[in-house]
Each structure stands twice: as C-alpha cells, then as structure tokens.
C-alpha cells in the first residue's frame, strides 16, 4: 500500500474515532426546501463517481457549488462549466487546512439553500460543512456508520443497489433533479487534435488497458502479468494497445510495458483528463481494474471489460450496453464495503488472481465482434461468470 493509501486510511480511521464527538454537536434539525435554487453538492474522493453524479447535475439550472477535490477540478470545469468549484488540494498537502477553512468561511458568507452530502461514512465533512453553512444536510445514513445526527434528511442505505441509483435517490430526497442513463460526456475537440498528435495520428484499431486503481486498496488490481499477457494476444492481432495511468503509477505501467515485450505502450503522466477523455471515446475497448477510467468510458458509451474482486459488479460494475463485469464471486469476495468504511485487511488478492487471462481476452473477443449498441440499452453484462 502506498504512503498516500495509508495516509487516507488513518484519515478514516481518525474520522471514525471523533463520530460520537460530532454527532452530539450536531444541533437541531433544519428544514429541507422542496425546490432548491441553491445547492452545495459534496463528494471528495472518486473520479468514477464524479462522472456518475454528472448527467443528474448538469440537469440541475439552479446555482450549483461543488465541494471536491482539486483533482476533480479539469473533470469538472469540462463537464459542469456552469458549477462552482470548491477544491481542497490533497490531505497531506500543508494548504489543505487554510483553504478548508477559507472555503468554511466563504460558506458561512454565503450559505446554499441545501447540502447533499454524497459520501457514505466519513462523518468530519459533513459535520464541518453543516455547521459553517447552517443549511440543512442531505445524505446517506449508512448502517453502523452514526451519521443520522448529522443529517436532516437521512436516506437509507441499501446494499444491494448500484452506486449511480443510490446517489440519484440523495439528490431526488434534496431536490435536485436525477438522470438514470450514463453520460454522456463531453470531449472538447481540441483534445481530440492534441490527442493524435502524441500518438502520431490514426493507425489500428486501439485497445486501452488500465492496470492502475488510484490510491485506494491495490486488492482492486488484476495482476500486470497478466496485462501484459492480455497486450501480447490483442497486439498479435493487429491492434493497438495502450496503457493508461497517473505519474504515480508509472512504474507499474512500465512493468506492464517490459513484460508485454513492447506489444503495449504506456501513457503514464502523458494524458490530461481531456485527452484521456478523446482516448477513451476513439477506443475500440478499455479493459480496466474498477476505477475511474472505467466510469469514463462507460459514460462515453465505448466497449468496457470491467475486473472486480474486492467490488462487487453489482454495485460498481459499468451500467451502458456493450459491457462486460468479470467476478470470481469468491466466499470473501466483495471485501471493500460502505458499511465497514472502505477498509479491508487482505493481502493476497485471491479474487483477481481468479481472473484467467483466457476469460477476459474471451470477454474482449465477444465485445469487439458485437454490433454498435444503442447505448440506452439494457447492459449486455455477465456477472460471476467465472463462479
């Protein structure tokens, strides 16, 4: 686990720890509006989920605020450019508390109508927000997680639904107007243009594999043996296969593209959330851990052959047509739950070792040879296909 990893999950546990605290200082109840004009959306961690909340925000024609991170920031000015942004800059960075508490008092200043909390268990946020606004609170109560208190308007927590349709129930309880289809999204052309450039114009057909799975829980990802075996096969048949990943990942991405014997190319650092965006969109199919490019491309409608292990598909998994979830669906598998804040103690993976490198070049196979899809369609996604 990296130091960002650990340091997050001290951060949880921390935040679990003063739970009590702040729930006793929660205050009275506060009236939520039937029509907000005035929203303060929440979620800090999450590209995927960002992209998810999107189609439902960007339907909103009120004034719209969102508190995130500052690495949502370009994500956001190109999908929401009608939003203001409230960005916090990493939890270890040192400008992290005086621009928390510059955003507090701003609030303070100018407080929204309502505040739709869309974290599931972290209870220091929700807290701090409520108190510096004095708007009523929207969210999740999730089981054994103690946030009631805080909230004005609790929506209950339900495990056996997906993530998109649990974050559309929050924002129909504040208010705030729902999409139940993904996407789409916006590709700026210029990215597009910059985009081929860098990889030297059009030639095959290409296939973008993503080993990474940010800096939440490695457990998520599949081996890079493995991709690097997946980018032998796919480039032996004439395709064009990309690697994908932050700075921080890019020495596993360079061990991918070792081991796959130069069949894939990594694109480590290289690509801003535009150009990512025009990649995912020109692509025949991204094979991905469950992580954010997945959302992408899944909002961007392209072919998706999605990996879960510690996630359950059920939840997660990619909702367009023309996808495919892969799930061992082992006894300890999903291990990474709301209700037990994200955290899990495996050390051995065993859910995605359960993946044989056979049954997602089949998957890969089936996707590419499909017809176009009407991406409204139902999701032409097999589940526990491995069990």
């Known amino acids: 686990m990296s130091l960002a990893s650990r340091f997050i999950d001290a951060l949880k546990q921390l935040d679990a720890g003063v739970a009590p605290l702040l729930a006793r200082g929660a205050g009275a109840s506060r009236e939520v509006p039937d029509h907000p004009r005035d929203a303060l959306v929440v979620r800090l961690w999450g590209l995927g989920n960002l992209a998810l909340l999107t189609p439902s925000l960007a339907r909103f024609d009120g004034r719209l605020r969102v508190f995130t991170l500052e690495r949502h920031r370009a994500f956001l000015r190109t999908q929401l450019p009608h939003a203001e942004l409230l960005t916090l800059p990493e939890p270890h960075d040192p400008r992290w ?11 303070r200043a100018d407080p929204p109508e309502v505040v739709v909390e869309l974290e599931t268990f972290l209870h220091a946020p929700l807290a701090l927000l409520r108190r510096a606004s004095r708007a009523p609170c929207v969210g999740l109560d999730t089981p054994g997680q103690r946030r009631s208190a805080l909230l004005d308007r609790g929506v209950r927590f339900d495990a056996t639904e997906h993530v998109a349709l649990r974050f559309a129930r929050v924002l129909a309880a504040a208010g705030l107007p729902t999409s139940a289809t993904p996407g789409p999204l916006h590709v700026p052309r210029t990215a597009r243009r910059r985009l081929d450039a860098l990889l030297g114009g059009r030639g095959a057909e290409r296939i973008v594999l993503h080993p990474g799975s940010g800096d939440h829980f490695p457990g998520r990802r599949w081996p890079p043996e493995r ?85 359950t598909p059920h939840r997660y998994g990619p909702r367009g047509a023309h996808t495919r979830a892969l799930f061992a669906d082992l006894p300890c598998s999903p291990c990474l739950d709301d209700r037990g804040r994200k955290r899990s103690s495996c050390a051995h993976f065993a859910c995605m070792q359960a993946l044989p490198v056979s049954a997602v070049l089949h998957a890969c196979h089936a996707l590419l040879r499909a017809p176009a899809t009407n991406p409204t369609s139902t999701p032409d996604t097999e589940l526990h296909e491995l069990a």
């Open 97 to 107: 508390l005086p621009r928390l508490v510059s955003h507090l008092r701003a609030l």
């Open 227 to 311: 991709f690097a075996e997946l980018a032998r096969a796919l480039a032996a048949q004439g395709h064009q296969v990309l690697l994908t990943g932050t700075r921080g990942e890019a020495a596993l991405l360079r061990r991918v593209e070792r081991l796959s014997g130069g069949a894939a190319r990594s694109l480590a650092g290289a690509l801003q959330i535009d150009t990512l965006l025009a990649l995912l969109d020109d692509a025949a199919l991204l094979v991905s851990n469950d992580t954010g490019p997945l959302h992408l491309a899944d909002a961007l409608h392209t072919a998706c052959v999605a990996l879960y292990g510690p996630n």
